[in-house]
């Protein structure tokens, strides 16, 4: 490992099956009850992922519409903020979380 990675661990394989095939995972260790869920949470999306494509990301942010916004972005893939323009993807993500915690 490289330097000044002592507290990291390899991903646990469990923790993405748990999490990519939750309808595989008897233990149902990735089931969040959206009722219990106070905290504001953002769902960000983009209109050219085809990995979480943004009507996935709608739909998870619609069970949690007590405590979530969605953002959408046009033109973007899958990592925002590795592509031009995720200046505004992290502006407008600022932007969200002051409005949260003042």
């Known amino acids: 490992m490289p330097a000044g990675s002592a507290g990291f661990v ?9 999490i990519a095939l939750p309808w595989l995972d008897g233990t149902k260790a990735a089931t969040v009850d959206p009722r219990r869920v ?7 999306a983009a209109e050219n992922d085809k990995l979480t494509p943004p009507d996935v990301v709608r739909r998870v942010s619609r069970k949690f519409a ?26 407008e993500t600022v932007t969200w979380l002051d409005a949260k915690t003042s």
Do not use: C, I, M
Request: charged residues 20%; without cysteine.
């Open 10 to 18: 390899h991903e646990s394989g469990r923790a993405l099956f748990e």
């Open 38 to 44: 106070t905290v504001p949470l953002l769902f960000v």
């Open 66 to 91: 007590h405590v979530s916004d969605y953002f959408e972005y046009k033109g973007q893939g899958h990592w925002v903020l590795g592509q031009p323009g995720w200046e505004r993807v992290a502006e």
